[in-house]
């Protein structure tokens, strides 16, 4: 199954979630309540995060390389 283009929308979406302080501090610190909250919540329902897994091919909270 092909994956579907990325956009310069998505692309905008997906910074919009890299610039997140929520996200960020997830990112960062991989525990506590922000990091739960991003991994179990966010991630399914913020249009941001989807865009930036979409981008980038990793999760939100998934520590960056």
Do not use: N, W
Request: proline residues 8%; positive net charge; charged residues 30%.
């Amino acid at each position: 199954m092909e994956q579907p283009a990325i956009t310069d929308r998505d692309r905008e979406m997906a910074r919009k979630c890299l610039e997140c302080p929520v996200c960020s501090y997830a990112r960062r610190k991989q525990r506590g309540l922000v990091y739960f909250l991003v991994r179990f919540v966010e991630g399914g329902v913020c249009p941001y995060c989807k865009a930036y897994e979409r981008v980038y091919g990793r999760k939100a909270h998934e520590p960056l390389p």
